[in-house]
C-alpha cells in the first residue's frame, strides 16, 4: 500500500489491530435521595466483552450518538424529577447533568502500548505520512510506497482480550448537549455551576455566577492534611470584567454616597455583602470575614425583619448580590485598599484609542499593511454609528490616533478641519517626544473624514522600497509617550500591527539555537532576553497604555514581544500563517479587541475568612504588597487566578469566604470599586470534596502551572508533571471514597472523569506539543494565552467542538410538543444544536461536512466525497462562488454558524478547509483522542493512567 492510500471508517477495510466496539451495556438506574445532596448511589460498573461480529450489518464504526432535544430552560443543582432518559427535565425544576458520583469501566492492559521515550521529535506531523482529510483512509505501517507484507493468523486456544470501546469512555461531547441551563448562584453552598462551555443562564442570588468567579472547588477541606491528601489545587478564577451572557442583568452599580461612602468592615476593610449578619435592631453588622462586629451609619439604617434581614435588602444590591459596582467616592484611597486612611484622587478622564501600523515593504508585500487598513476603515465605520450610551468603550466620541513607522516613527496630525492629514517624521529614536501639543488625538467624529481619506493613501506612499529592521519599540514608546498628553486623555489601548523583522530579533540572533530544543535548557528560549523590551512593558504599566501586539512576522523573537503586552496588560496574537484571504479574520479580531469592556488604573485585593489566606497568584499582575496587586489594564477577557491555602484549620460547619475588590477606572473615567464575595462550604469528607470539583477550572489552573514551570524547566519535565497531577488526583479518590472496588476497575470521579481527557489535551497543545513540526515562536503565544484567559476560553480550547452538518436533516419541527429538530430556532432565537461527535478519525466521514471551532477559530471542514450542494455552500463562503440552488438545509446550517458564534465565537472569521490544504494539517492536531506524533492516543492515555494508579495504590 502507497502513502497515499488510507483508512475511512465505515469504507471497508479496517486498519490493522481494529476490533470495533464491543455491543451495549446495560447499567441499573441508580436510586437517589433528594433529601441529601452528598447520597449518591453506588458506582454503576460495566466489562467490555470480546464478542463482536463483524458481519453485523447494524453496525456503524464511528456513528454519531443520537440528536438532543430542543433547547429549553432548566434551573441547575438540584435532583430533577422523575423524568424521561430521552426528555429533559420540566422547567422550574433544578438540573443536574448527572448522579452518579463516579464513572467506572475496566481498561484493558493488552490495549496499552508505551510511548516512545520523551525528548524525541517525529518530523511527520502528526505521526502520519501525507494528509489527512474527513473520509479520507489514514496510512498503514510499512515503507512509503511500498505494499504491507501479508499478515497471517496465529492459531492460539487463548480468547481475545477485550478492547476498550472508545465509545464507552467519558467524552465532552457529552456535556454540550445543546440544552440552555437556568444557574441559580443562591441555590445552595457547595453547588458546582454548569461547565464552562456549555450554555447556560446564570442569576446572582448571593454567589457570583461563574462568569466572574469559579473556584477549584466549592467545598473546601477542613484543614491542610486533607488538602494534601486530595491533591487538589486550592483556587479561584476571577474574571473581574466579564461580560455578561445571553438573558442575564450586568453587575448593579451601587451609589453610597449618602451613607458617606462605601459601608465596610473597620477591622479587615471588607465590604458589605449578602452574607454579613444584621444585629441590635440593625444598629450593627457582624463581618463574615473576620467576624468583627461593626456599627451601621445612621443614614444607612433599616429596620429588621422577624427573619434578621433588613426591610429594604431586596432593594439594595450589595444586600443580594454576590456582584456589585460601587462608585466610588471623590476621597478613595489610588495606591492601595487595605489603606484605612482615604487618599484624595484626582478626576480620570477617558483614555484614547491609539492604531500603531507596521508601513514597510514586508507588511505591504504580504498583504498585511492592506489587510490591516481595511480592519481600520471597519472599526472606524462601526464607531461611527454607535452612540456613546451603547458602547462606552468604542463609540463615535472615542477618542482615535494614528502612528505608523518603518525605520523611524510617523505621527499623523488628523484634525477634522484640515483638507487632509499631515506627517509628522521623528528619525532620532534615542530621544523620542510628541511633535505637536493638538491634532495627533482627536474625537473620532470629527476627523472621521481625514482619518479615512489617510488610510486610503497609506498603501501608495509605504512599502514600495526595501528596509531594514523596522523600530517597533521604538513606535511603542513613542505611543506611551502620546497617551501621556492632555490631548490623549492621559492613558490609551494601542492596537499595533507588525509584519517587518524589527530590531527585537536582530538584537537577540542566537535565541533559535536548535540544539536547545527537546532539552531541559529549552526554557531559555521562552524567556525575555531584551531588557529593553522588559523595561518597556513596565514604562506603558506606569503611563497607563495598555498594548495588544498583531503579529505575522516570521522568526521574531516572540518571548521579548509577548513581555510588553502582558506587563501592560494588553493581549498577544500570533498569525504566521497570515495571507490577505484572512483579512476579514483579521478585522473581526480588531474589532473585538477594540468593543470589549475594559478598566484602568487599577489596584485589586483578595480577603478570606479566617484560616484561609492567598498563597500566590499566577496570571501575570504584579503584587505591590502581600495581597495587592496591581492591574494597569483590565478588559473582559482578563482572569486571574489566585492560589489559596490554609494557615489554620476550620470548623466543618463553617461557611469561609472569599471577597475580591478592584478599584479602577471605567471607559468613561469614573472610579469604582468592583467587588465579588464567593460563599463556600468545609467538609471534613473528601468524598464531600471530590463532588464539589470545577473541571473547568482544575484544567485551567493545570495550563498555568503548566505555563510557569515551562520557563524554569524542559518541556519533557512539564508534560510529566501534568501527568503526575492528574494520577495524584485519581489515585486520592479511588484510595479514599472507592477503596471497596475491585482493583481492575479505573474509577473516576464524576465531577472530574473528563480530567484525563483534558490533561492529555493540555499536553497536545502546541504549548507542549512534542512533535518536529512546533517551533520556539509557536508556544509563546498558547502561553500567554493560558496565563490570563478564563475556563469559557481554555476549556474549548482544549477540546474542541465539531458538529457534523451533514446530518441536518430536511425534517420539520413538531410545533405542538415543542420538539425542534436539529437546526431549528426557538422563538427566543435559541438553535438546537446537533450532538457533536468526538474529536478522532474514527468519527469522521468521507461524505461528511464538518464544523469545528475552539471558541478562537471557527472552521467549515469538507470531506473528501461531500455531496455538491454542501461544496456549493463552502465556496459561498469563501466568497468564490454564488449559490445557484437554495436547498433546504441552508437554513439549518446558517442558524447552528450563527448559535455558534453568539456562544463563544466572538471575533473570529469562518474559513473553509478543503481536503489536502495546508490548513487541514491544523485541524488535524485538534483530533486530540488520536495518536499525535509521541503523543498517546486517548485509550491509551488512560490505560496508562489506570496502570500508574494500580502502581500507587499496590
Not at 555 to 568: E, G, I, K, P
Request: proline residues 11%; hydrophobic residues 35%; charged residues 15%.
Amino acid at each position: 500500500m502507497s502513502q497515499n492510500n488510507y483508512y475511512t471508517p465505515g469504507q471497508g477495510g479496517a486498519p490493522t489491530g481494529y476490533a470495533g466496539p464491543p455491543p451495549p451495556h446495560t447499567n441499573a438506574p441508580p436510586s437517589y435521595n433528594p433529601q441529601n445532596p452528598y447520597n449518591h448511589p453506588p458506582p454503576s460498573t460495566f466489562t467490555p466483552t470480546p464478542s463482536y461480529n463483524p458481519q453485523n450489518p447494524t453496525f456503524t464504526p464511528g456513528a454519531p450518538p443520537a440528536t438532543g432535544s430542543a433547547p429549553t430552560y432548566y434551573n441547575y443543582g438540584q435532583p430533577p424529577t422523575a423524568t424521561p432518559t430521552h426528555q429533559p427535565p420540566p422547567m422550574g425544576v433544578q438540573y443536574q447533568p448527572s448522579h452518579n458520583p463516579t464513572h467506572v469501566f475496566t481498561p484493558t492492559p493488552q490495549s496499552y502500548a508505551p510511548p516512545p521515550p520523551p525528548g524525541q521529535y517525529n518530523p511527520q506531523f502528526p505521526g502520519q505520512q501525507g494528509t489527512f482529510s474527513p473520509g479520507v483512509p489514514a496510512p498503514q505501517c510499512g515503507a512509503p510506497g511500498q505494499p504491507l507484507p501479508p499478515t497471517q493468523a496465529v492459531p492460539s486456544n487463548k480468547p481475545a482480550p477485550p478492547r476498550i470501546d472508545p465509545g464507552q469512555i467519558p467524552s465532552p461531547t457529552s456535556v454540550a448537549d445543546g440544552r440552555v441551563v437556568k444557574f441559580l448562584t443562591g441555590t445552595g453552598i457547595a453547588v458546582v455551576p454548569p461547565p464552562a462551555a456549555t450554555q447556560y443562564v446564570a442569576i446572582d442570588e448571593g454567589n457570583p455566577t461563574p462568569r466572574y468567579m469559579r473556584m477549584s472547588m466549592y467545598c473546601i477541606p477542613a484543614n491542610n492534611d486533607l488538602l494534601s491528601t486530595s491533591h487538589i489545587p486550592f483556587a479561584a478564577l476571577i474574571q473581574p470584567l466579564a461580560e455578561p451572557g445571553r438573558g442575564e442583568n450586568k453587575v448593579p452599580l451601587v451609589d453610597m454616597s449618602a451613607a458617606g461612602g462605601p459601608v465596610r468592615c473597620r477591622r479587615c476593610r471588607g465590604y458589605l455583602n449578602p452574607f454579613n449578619i444584621f444585629v441590635d435592631g440593625g444598629r450593627k453588622f457582624i463581618c463574615k470575614l473576620c467576624d468583627c462586629e461593626n456599627d451601621v451609619p445612621d443614614a444607612y439604617f433599616s429596620p429588621l425583619e422577624p427573619s434578621g434581614r433588613r426591610h429594604d435588602y431586596q432593594s439594595r444590591p450589595e444586600l443580594s448580590c454576590g456582584s456589585i459596582d460601587i462608585i466610588a467616592p471623590s476621597a478613595t484611597a489610588t495606591t492601595t485598599t487595605t489603606s484605612a486612611v482615604p487618599v484624595l484622587s484626582q478626576q480620570a478622564t477617558p483614555t484614547s484609542l491609539l492604531f500603531l501600523i507596521d508601513v514597510s515593504d514586508s507588511s505591504a508585500a504580504s498583504g498585511f499593511l492592506q489587510g490591516a487598513i481595511c480592519s481600520l476603515k471597519n472599526l472606524l465605520n462601526t464607531c461611527k454609528s454607535t452612540p456613546a450610551s451603547s458602547n462606552p468603550a468604542l463609540n463615535e466620541e472615542t477618542l482615535i490616533g494614528l502612528v505608523t513607522y518603518d525605520t523611524s516613527v510617523h505621527f499623523w496630525n488628523i484634525t477634522g478641519t484640515l483638507p487632509q492629514a499631515q506627517m509628522l517624521v521623528v528619525t532620532d529614536l534615542t530621544n523620542l517626544f510628541v511633535p505637536l501639543g493638538s491634532g495627533l488625538v482627536v474625537p473620532l467624529a470629527k476627523s472621521f473624514d481625514v482619518l479615512n481619506a489617510l488610510l486610503d493613501k497609506l498603501p501608495n506612499m509605504f512599502g514600495t522600497r526595501a528596509i531594514g529592521p523596522v523600530a517597533y519599540t521604538a513606535a511603542v514608546e513613542a505611543c506611551s509617550l502620546l497617551a501621556q498628553t492632555q490631548q490623549a486623555g492621559g492613558g490609551a489601548r494601542v492596537i499595533s500591527f507588525l509584519a517587518a523583522s524589527s530590531e527585537v530579533n536582530t538584537n537577540n540572533k542566537k535565541r533559535d539555537d536548535l540544539k536547545l530544543v527537546g532539552t531541559d535548557k529549552e526554557r531559555i528560549l521562552y524567556g525575555v532576553r531584551d531588557s529593553n523590551l522588559k523595561n518597556l512593558g513596565a514604562m506603558c504599566a506606569k503611563r497607563m497604555t495598555a498594548v495588544d501586539l498583531i503579529t505575522v512576522a516570521p522568526q521574531q523573537d516572540m518571548a521579548s514581544l509577548a513581555a510588553v503586552t502582558s506587563t501592560s496588560g494588553g493581549k498577544l496574537h500570533y498569525l504566521p500563517s497570515f495571507t490577505p484571504r484572512d483579512s476579514a479574520s483579521l478585522s473581526a479580531l480588531v474589532l473585538r479587541s477594540a468593543q470589549r469592556d475594559y478598566g484602568y488604573d487599577g489596584v485589586a485585593h483578595v480577603r478570606t475568612s479566617r484560616g484561609i489566606t492567598v498563597s500566590e497568584y499566577l496570571g501575570g499582575p504584579t503584587m505591590t504588597s502581600a495581597k495587592d496587586i496591581e492591574l494597569p489594564f483590565v478588559h473582559s477577557e482578563t482572569c486571574l487566578a489566585v492560589c489559596l491555602k490554609h494557615d489554620d484549620k476550620l470548623d466543618d460547619k463553617t461557611e469561609p469566604l472569599i471577597q475580591f475588590a478592584m478599584l479602577y477606572t471605567s471607559p468613561n473615567g469614573q472610579k469604582r470599586i468592583r467587588v465579588h464575595t464567593m460563599k463556600l462550604s468545609c467538609s471534613t469528607t473528601l468524598g464531600n470534596v471530590f463532588r464539589s470539583a470545577d473541571l473547568d477550572a482544575i484544567s485551567n489552573m493545570f495550563a498555568r502551572i503548566a505555563a510557569k514551570e515551562m520557563m524554569q524547566a524542559g518541556l519533557a519535565y512539564v508534560r510529566g508533571l501534568l501527568q503526575d497531577k492528574c494520577v495524584e488526583i485519581l489515585s486520592a479518590y479511588r484510595k479514599h471514597c472507592a477503596s471497596s472496588s475491585a482493583p481492575g476497575q479505573l474509577i473516576l470521579p464524576e465531577s472530574l472523569k473528563l480530567l484525563p481527557i483534558y490533561t492529555l489535551s493540555i499536553m497536545k497543545n502546541f504549548l507542549l506539543r512534542n512533535t518536529g513540526d512546533v517551533v520556539p515562536d509557536d508556544r509563546i503565544a498558547p502561553l500567554h494565552f493560558f496565563n490570563t484567559s478564563s475556563p469559557s476560553l481554555t476549556t474549548p480550547y482544549f477540546y474542541p467542538r465539531c458538529i457534523p452538518l451533514h446530518k441536518l436533516s430536511n425534517e420539520e419541527s413538531d410545533s405542538k410538543s415543542g420538539q425542534l429538530v436539529p437546526g431549528d430556532a426557538d422563538p427566543e432565537g435559541r438553535t438546537n444544536l446537533p450532538t457533536p461527535i468526538r474529536l478522532s478519525t474514527e468519527y469522521l466521514e468521507a461524505e461528511g461536512f464538518y464544523l469545528i471551532e475552539n471558541g478562537q477559530e471557527i472552521f467549515l471542514w469538507l470531506g473528501r466525497n461531500a455531496p455538491a450542494h454542501f461544496a456549493e455552500y463552502a465556496a459561498a463562503v469563501d466568497g468564490t462562488a454564488e449559490i445557484q440552488t437554495q436547498h433546504p438545509v441552508y437554513t439549518r446550517i446558517e442558524n447552528v454558524i450563527r448559535a455558534v458564534y453568539t456562544q463563544r465565537c466572538k471575533g473570529a472569521v469562518l474559513r473553509t478547509v478543503r481536503p489536502r490544504e495546508l490548513l487541514e494539517t491544523k485541524l488535524i492536531g485538534w483530533l486530540v483522542e488520536d495518536k499525535l506524533g509521541d503523543h498517546m492516543s486517548y485509550v491509551d492515555f488512560l490505560c496508562h493512567v489506570h496502570k500508574l494508579i494500580q502502581g500507587r495504590l499496590a
